[in-house]
């Protein structure tokens, strides 16, 4: 678990560091600005698409914050069990099928048409086993091993970069619009990662100090009650 002492300059770092990679994320969310690269068409319309699109953005936020509450307190539970039990391949095997045994029941409740689990295409059933290979069993097992040596809040630190790293994506691949708000976002994230990465090296610099010369103590304590 982390510890937070105020007196020390590394956790002052990292709390302010934490409130402005999260003020960023929000920046490069809520705010466009003008459009600085891949400006976008005005003919093109998604609105539209004969599609229903209903909205509910306050079931969809609320939903959307308890999955985040249920994320970050997976992670603070997944550091515990592996200070006590350190195979992350085996807790990541018993994650995946009780996730598996969740996921097919409520699946068959929502969706009684069987015809919806053929796969119309190959693409369909590569990017079945892509999602699982890559997307869940491997990224979960990184997550477990990045917990195991770091710690639940270095782990939750990169969270916000997935959405820089999204804009990037979608400006490259997708021609999407660069906006200026996610540019001036992005460096607000990444002043804030920079500040809590410096805290925590300084903090596990004080650390290894201290148990440094607490380990030399009963040493040194030995060697004079032999002379």
Wanted: charged share 15%; hydrophobic share 50%; net charge neutral.
């Amino acid at each position: 678990m982390e510890e937070v002492n105020f007196r020390r300059f590394s956790t002052i770092a990292k709390s302010l560091g934490t409130i402005i990679s999260i003020s960023g994320a929000f920046i490069v969310t809520f705010y466009n600005g003008p459009a600085i690269l891949n400006t976008p068409l005005s003919s093109v319309s998604f609105t539209k698409l004969n599609v229903p699109l209903p909205e509910n953005w306050v079931l969809g936020g609320f939903l959307f914050a308890c999955s985040s509450l249920a994320v970050a307190a997976w992670c603070i539970l997944q550091a515990d069990i592996l200070k006590m039990y350190p195979a992350e391949m085996v807790v990541v095997a018993f994650y995946c099928l009780f996730v598996t045994i969740q996921s097919s029941v409520v699946t068959l409740i929502a969706e009684r048409d069987v015809t919806a689990w053929k796969f119309e295409t190959k693409i369909g059933l590569i990017a079945v086993f892509y999602s699982a290979i890559l997307n869940i069993a491997y990224r979960l097992y990184v997550t477990a091993w990045c917990i195991w040596k770091k710690g639940p809040f270095f782990v939750s630190l990169f969270k916000p970069l997935t959405i820089v790293v999204a804009v990037i994506i979608g400006v490259i691949f997708m021609k999407e619009a660069l906006y200026l708000g996610s540019v001036l976002g992005a460096l607000v994230l990444i002043v804030g990662f920079y500040a809590v990465v410096w805290g925590k090296s300084k903090e596990g610099k004080i650390n290894n100090e201290t148990e440094s010369s607490n380990y030399q103590a009963p040493l040194l304590q030995e060697h004079i009650e032999d002379v």
